[in-house]
């Protein structure tokens, strides 16, 4: 992987909408390629990989797949990487369970997700899985920080073509609903390492009896690490969520929880779970001890509950119950109204950064069970970020919904690098199994953190490391430097974490002697701020921690470009290398839907060609190649001719959809070659392509269009055959002839 022989750039393979465009838009980029001398790979980071990368000695050797999420982890960390990483599931339980179940029917000899592991098998299975699921991807890859922002063209088309904004209304009923006690951000505690505290530390239950039980050992932190711990109390959520349930319906709006529950893998599916209970109190009082013998679990939502509640006994008796307690409580948000999918069927189909966004552009609307478009309580339970989304919803009703036609900008310089915050505590995060003491105790000895816990809490520790706050730091410098905009540090002074980060901020900005240039304010406070900054026009940085970077980076796009889907996002490893992510795959599983219904794949590729200009750039620079500086150059033109011809994909069928618009891109891009001047063989070699793509372009968009309207085969959802897939994603002869 790390030798001379690897790909000049790796792009990796992954789930869904973007795996299915990059069918169609691969073999392009690699016939473009190969003119520069440049070489593109794949790596198989999808979830049927990594399932399938995970369980060698049960598979054939043709059913085998190396563990390519392993070996892009040790490329990531040298100065050779050139990786364009596409938006990969981070599986909750339900989409695992899912995902095992086809490949198991397609053949492959896969052992069950155990949910109550017994034996020494299930419990290695388990182990296994739970490796798996949530952001097994993002924290092995992501080693450096994020610089995400819209692309010039991109911006500037949207500012052009405006897309619909919902009208906000200052009566509007709509609003957050958060813990003020009991939760993550209440009992958090946090310390920045000394020398002497630096190396293994462990975490460690004490039980009122004395009994003392390792959670996790040999933890490392080195010097300088900034570790904190924390906890939610479960007597407190499950009185916040009771509370919610009830006022939900006193003052007649839709009931809705957002979480995190695919990247926060442990916590937010329990979180969850409670939500489920809360929402169906009396049947889980009446049913419970049944529940339990049956399996019934409600961390998997409603969807997975009701199904098992199907095989009970008396199932039909408790379904009955079900429904009609559902007709007296607040109706529920939707996640799809005409087939009945309620915001608790399924933890990963309400995710936080992407159903909050959404929400706040439709006016603060959420669709209810009738189908209609209403005001809705919007149940966020740990409060650290809740205000941003809070703050939001206030400021559009009392200045009406922001008009992307004048609206500027937010860029973000996320802390994301070597597993940086919470997104990186999966293996440091526990349901507490009796009353008792949680602690953290340093190599030396040190007693870190300590937390009285009660049994059901949720106890977790995150760290973030010098080197990447460092960083960081620097690259937010060299950002704000390039734009000459506002730059603000997303940090609360009063949180213990944020305090910690302020502590490294400060002397490093003084000592560049640019602190005239930034503000530090808190969350709730920045939101305010940068809200008005791009009302007036006007553009601002934010420069937040890992969570928060995922939230900002899909509110702020969504409200300004639509979609968060057309970000560039730049991750400047720390070794050297470059990671070059294409943006957003929250919808990926609606157009996967309208795919196979009706053979239009509308997802937009724009991410992808906006990562593909970087990487190209990149490769020149690395490499000394200066044909690959003129490819760069060329998709940047070839971009810009997709935004202002409008041959983006649209959502229904006789429409422009994926693959007319990467006929398109490799028309311009060809054409882009064809006339450049810096190097002539380019030229001569791209010239015939470019007349032969233009003098075919009716042929090969009614190739395309013929197979539309029919619905698809893929062979598979998580695991698609590739034959099939080809034959769906590159419908033409023609332009497959063309391009070679």
Known sequence: MTDSSA???????????????????????????????????TRDISLAGRIIAAFPERLTDAQRQPDDLADLGKLVT????????????SASVPQLVAAIKELQSQGYDLPDYPENPASDAEKEARRRYDAIKGSAVNPVLREGNSDRRAAVAVKNYAKANPHSMGAWAADSKTHVSTMSSGDFRSNEKSV?????????????????????????????YPAGTVVDATFMSVKALQSFLAAQVQASKDKGVLFSIHLKATMMKISDPIIFGHAVRAFLA?????????????????????????????????????EAEITALMAERAPLYMVNSDKGITNLHVPSDVIVDASMPALIRAGGKGWGPDGKAADTNCVIPDSSYAAVYEETINYFKATGALDPATAGTVQNIGLMAQKAEEYGSHPTTFEIAADGIVRVIAANGDILHEHAVEKGDIWRAASTRKAPIEDWVRLAIDRQRAEGCQAIFWLDENRPHDAELIKYVKPILAAAGVADRFRILSPQQATRVSLETIRKGENSIAITGNVLRDYLTDLFPILELGTSA??????????????????????APKHVQQLIEENHLRWDSLGEFCALGESFKFLADVKGNAKARILGKAVDLATQGIL??????????GQTDNRDSHFYFALYWAQALAAQTEDAQLAAHFAPIAKALAENEGKILAEIAAVQGKPADLGGYYHTDPAKTEAIMRPSRVFADIIG
């Open 78 to 89: 040298t100065p050779a990487a050139n990786v364009i990483k596409l938006p990969n599931i």
């Open 566 to 587: 057309k970000m560039l996002s730049i991750v400047k490893l720390m070794n050297g290398g470059g990671l070059f992510e294409t943006g957003a795959g929250g919808s």
């Open 644 to 653: 202002d011809h409008d041959r983006s994909p649209k959502g229904r069928v």
């Open 282 to 318: 009396p049947v889980f009082d009446r049913h419970g001890d049944a529940f339990r013998a049956a399996g019934v679990d409600p961390n998997s939502g409603l969807g997975v509950m009701l199904d098992r509640i199907a095989t009970m006994p008396d199932g039909a008796k408790i």
């Open 7 to 41: 790909p000049d750039i790796i792009v990796t393979k992954v789930d869904e909408a973007p795996q299915l465009a990059s069918a169609s838009l691969l073999p392009i980029i690699r016939s473009f390629a190969a003119a520069a001398g440049v070489t593109v790979g």
């Open 192 to 220: 920045t390492l000394t020398a002497a505290q630096a190396g293994a530390a462990r975490i460690e239950h004490v039980a009122k009896d004395g009994t003392v039980t390792v959670l996790k050992d040999g933890v490392t």
